[in-house]
């Protein structure tokens, strides 16, 4: 399957069908359908926090740039489509009939039991080629823990573990306040 042809077809789903991304042609299962699995509290309270503090962040800075919660794709390549658990991007705003981020510079993982592997393997690997993505934040619910990937020079990429505290992502210059994702354990 094309990354078009996901889009098409995942876009046809209702909601309760559950989630699902496109990786290498191939569609996987993100989340099972409602009522058979469902997300942990702290797994969505964690992405809710971190979206609000994103949201948070661009506002202070005033930057021309947009948070956006879980729910919006990633098109990664003409075979892999993602979905984040929120995402920046910057610029001009996404007409409301896409269906995918062209560019983001932000994208946010929160980690689940089911899908902690696909996130630091296959999914994270896809996150450090698109050519756009600046910073990968993996939020770990059940310590609270973050661990900041940013892009550095020649394809490197600078990990490090973000324990408590305010974070820095620059570009494009936010400064994202952690503390109520590091105070709810």
């Not at 994270?124 to 050519?131: C, E, I, S, T, V």
């Amino acid at each position: 399957m094309t990354a078009d042809e996901f889009l098409a077809w995942a876009e046809a789903l209702p909601r309760e069908a559950g989630g699902f991304e496109l990786m290498d042609g191939k569609v996987i299962v993100t989340r099972e359908p409602a009522g058979q699995q469902s997300e942990r509290s702290q797994h969505w309270e964690a992405k809710s926090v971190i979206y609000r503090a994103l949201h948070d962040a661009i506002k202070r800075a005033e930057l021309p740039c947009y948070a956006t919660p879980d729910g919006a794709s990633v098109k990664m390549a003409n075979d892999r489509v993602v979905g984040p658990d929120a995402l920046v991007y910057c610029g001009e705003r996404v007409p409301p009939d896409n269906l995918y981020v062209p560019n983001p510079i932000i994208v946010i993982e929160v980690l689940s039991p089911s899908t902690a592997k696909y996130v630091a393997t296959d999914k994270l690997l896809a996150y450090f080629n698109h050519p756009s993505i600046q910073h990968c934040l993996i939020v770990d619910p059940d310590k609270p823990l973050v661990i900041h990937h940013q892009r550095g020079t020649a394809d490197r990429w600078m990990t490090r573990i973000v324990p408590s505290g305010e974070l820095r992502l620059d570009p494009p210059g936010l400064d994202v306040d952690l503390t109520e994702l590091f105070e709810r354990n």
